[in-house]
Nanobody, 123 residues
Framework: VQLQAYGGGLVQAGGSLRLSCAASGRTFSSWTVGWFRQAPGKEREFVAAIIWSGGSTVYADSVKGRSTISRDNAKNTASLQMNDLKPEDTAVYYC?????????????????WGQGTEVTVSS
């Protein structure tokens, strides 16, 4: 499975963005999809993850209540809707995939990574 994140951009604080992750390959529908982000000078961190069926999700505390992860297996896509964006949300966002739901917030568990999409939130 190959992944590609897109949808980033420049937005003012308080605004919204919808990031998408397009996947190729027939196994996408059985994978856990995670979103991670890396701010300049910081380590990559977990944002959100969704199980293959969409029936379970998990969020980092920093985005909980402001973000919604979803997926459409028929279209081989996953999305991250982010609302009430803050300057501290500025980062490159990556989608990643793995074949199980074990420890979904642990980036070392993910085997497939897409190229990131940059999100800049101005104050």
């Amino acid at each position: 499975v190959q992944l590609q994140a897109y949808g980033g951009g420049l937005v003012q604080a308080g605004g919204s963005l919808r990031l998408s992750c397009a996947a190729s390959g027939r196994t996408f529908s059985s994978w856990t999809v995670g979103w991670f982000r890396q701010a300049p000078g910081k380590e990559r961190e977990f944002v959100a993850a969704i199980i293959w069926s969409g029936g379970s999700t998990v969020y980092a505390d920093s985005v909980k209540g402001r973000s919604t992860i979803s997926r459409d297996n028929a279209k081989n896509t996953a999305s991250l809707q982010m609302n009430d964006l803050k300057p501290e949300d500025t980062a490159v966002y990556y989608c990643a995939g793995k074949s199980n739901w074990w420890s979904p917030s642990n980036l070392s568990e993910y085997r497939q990574w897409g190229q990131g999409t940059e999100v800049t939130v101005s104050s």
